[in-house]
């Protein structure tokens, strides 16, 4: 069963604070193993549903969500890769990724599309979620019963419980929770963002294309049969009202160039600025809060690892908690940062070395641009390094790292 909430006080085994696809997530695989828990989200119920954030879902995400009787739209719906276009000098070159892996494949399908779905079934499975909430405290992290503060319609609320699962993304409460001097810090600024788009345009290709250019990076992604996400490398310090639509597309057509292709354009009904950031803290606990996805780690999107990582985190943790609550067992609790960091500075590297290989440094030599030039080459013309990126980028299983 799960929490049963009252104005003021309540206890459940497991609180999880924030929505998004780690806590969600997180509270399906608990619910699966007969473990209570509540999710507490400061935004509404309509914003977090509708954020729109990255979409490729590795294999392993998706079988994940098979499991947990989550994946029917998203096999109506999302869109099956079993390839990627890699673009050098105008010259196209395809890494077959489900031919190189064994029959993996990628599915891109928005995150707030998986969001709109676990929130759905959580629901109905009745799961407990409390949406706008305010003024989270983190208590007695340390102690047999830590403790979740918070307000919620103006009354005031205190949640004691086993266990806290900190899933509220890079900017939230439960890293900063965290007492000073506990955490060590990893992280790398990289000088370049993505300026993005969303056009009401049907995609140009069905596969991924990744583009080196002299000019800079750029990305051709789809969300959907009738939506295009485009991707163009600019400056950190880049304003959105400096690049007009006109301007994006002809720099998109430049860029992704290639002998017989055309890039369709649309009306855009989305622009932003990401800036590229890298960032690792360990341990990824403390006392009885355990941090998952954004709140522990931030990769660049060159990887499309973000919410794939989050989801194995989640998956370690579930197991970690199930091992405790029936058998008392702490390994899997105590070993929870070790086992979730190999695998997440697997996917710093991927990222981080991907992101090098295909953007154009401020600051790079003509001796680097030749090296990167000849490890692209390689990449295109050798089987065994095509069969490592594939695995890579389409993600190893999920208890590879366990």
Sequence with gaps: MDAQVTDTQADTQVAI???GPAGLVLSHLLQREGIASLVLESRSREYVQQRVRAGVLEQGTVDLLDELGLGERLHREGLIHHGLLLTLDERRHRIALTELTGGRALTVYGQQEVVKDLIAARLARGGAIQFDVEDVRL???ESEKPRVRYRRGGVAHELRCDFIAGCDGFHGISRPSIPPGVLTVYERHYPFAWLGILAAVAPSTEELIYARHPRGFALHSLRSPELSRLYLQVDRNTELDDWSDDRIWDELRLRLAADGFALRDGPVIEKSIALHHS????PMQFGRLFLAGDAAHIVPPTGAKGLNLAVADVWVLARALAGFFRHADVDGLQRYSERC???VWRAQEFSSTLTTLLHRL???????DRVTRAQLAWLCSSETAARAFAENYVGLPLGHFV
């Design 362 to 368: 401020p600051d790079a030599d003509p001796f680097a």
């Design 139 to 141: 208590d007695g992290l």
């Design 279 to 282: 960032f690792v803290v360990e």
């Design 17 to 19: 604070v924030g929505a």
């Design 341 to 343: 960091l190999r695998r």
